[in-house]
């Protein structure tokens, strides 16, 4: 008699390479754009691993993207995306020169913390994430010296950027783990 598990198996779309997110044909991110200078290429890294956070949580309802799956952090995937709206919000303060900009989930791991499974406050979070990133976008696109100093901190452009893409690119190996724990989804 076969045991049952609450592991979900492991498993991925792709045909071609089975460990892989998705076909190279299907991936949106695999397109052979090799961008000039080193602004480019920074935006470039972003906006891919911006898209990977978002397919990682594709297909997913609020409960699964609400469930924090290695306990006792209160990592999710939904708590993710709220983290990443308040980093973008905190890189748009760092660089500004007005008063910074509330918190919008509260103080300390409220972002985490607060993450349940409400469809509503899986919406809010990926129009907040959409707002806070085109607001980043356009404060730095003002700047395109990567060598100039911004913000009270004298940050340079390119040591924003680069924080950035290392931002998203390491959570999107949280992404990784957290996805394989709710439905066995594995890939790059």
């Known amino acids: ?16 390479y089975p460990d892989m997110w998705a076909d190279p044909d299907d991936d949106p991110r ?24 978002r397919m990682k949580c594709e297909g997913l309802d609020a409960e699964q993207l609400a469930r924090r799956s ?7 995937l939904l708590g993710l995306l709220r983290h ?7 890189w ?22 607060g993450a349940v499974a409400d469809q509503a406050q899986v919406d809010a979070a990926y129009s907040d994430l959409a707002r806070e990133q085109a607001a980043t976008d356009a404060a730095l696109a ?10 009270e901190g004298g940050i340079t452009v390119r ?15 949280h992404a990784d783990l957290l996805r394989e724990c709710i439905d066995g989804r594995v890939g790059q």
């Open 159 to 173: 040591g924003l950027m680069v924080h950035r893409v290392e931002e998203y690119a390491r959570h999107c190996g």
């Open 30 to 53: 695999t397109e052979d754009v090799n961008p000039d200078g080193e602004l480019a290429t920074l935006l470039d890294f972003l906006a891919n691993y911006r898209l990977t956070l």
């Open 70 to 76: 290695v306990p006792p952090s209160t990592m999710s």
């Open 92 to 113: 748009h303060n760092w660089i500004g020169d007005g008063d910074p900009l509330p918190k919008l989930y509260g103080e300390r791991d409220a972002d985490f913390d």
């Open 142 to 151: 003002e700047h395109p010296d990567l060598s100039e100093r911004l913000g």
């Open 84 to 90: 990443l709206v308040e980093v973008e919000r905190d």
């Open 1 to 16: 008699m076969a045991r049952m598990s609450d592991q979900p198996a492991r498993w991925s779309q792709a045909t071609v």
